[in-house]
């Protein structure tokens, strides 16, 4: 474990330890807009989102949590803690807990998952996390294509991964963790649906 101190700012120019870096060592390190990940005590850190993603993110969170049921709590950016040196950061989680101001989850506290792709995440956002959220449990992924925008579901495959389920190419239709029906394009932000910029059904964005 890494010998670290509050006065470190820029962590992810730090050279790794030799047995990794954990979930100790991100404790230490002060606040930050980035998003610091950990795999097999590997650092990584997400570059910054476009507009786009942050705005299809804000009002996907803002229509979930005026939806959910009470027993649950939709969240933004908050981290899942698989181990010690294992973590990932969703765009947005739904949570069954008695702290949902924590600034971390146990994956078992995580009904729902969503990750809206980024040009350079297809890979993690397709591949990586879904292994990972589906191998410990969590029981409901979603992911946000923006390139048009296109809504994509998925549930246990009964072996240990996830099955994709079906959706409305037009609409967000889920009845897990709980009922929800939206159109897609409701989800763009205003400058999009006026006709600025990238609009639904365009080419690919991000």
Known sequence: ???????????????????????????????????????????????????????????LFARLDATSPPDLAVTQAVEIRFGRNLTRIPDLLVVRSQEPERHFFAPFEVVLAVEIESPGSHVEDRVVKPAIYA???????????????RARRYGPDGAGGYRELDCPVERLVADVPFPVDLPLVDLLPGWSRRGVGPRHGDGPVG
């Open 1 to 59: 474990m890494s010998a670290m101190t509050d006065q470190v700012s820029e962590p992810h120019q730090l050279a790794r330890p030799a047995d990794g870096w954990t979930v100790d060592d991100l404790d230490r390190w002060p606040e930050s807009h980035e998003r610091f990940e950990l795999t097999d005590g590997a650092l990584t850190m997400s570059p910054s989102p476009s507009s786009l993603h942050q705005s299809v993110s804000g009002l």
């Open 135 to 149: 191998s410990h449990g969590i029981p409901s992924f979603w992911r946000i294509e923006l390139g048009p925008i």
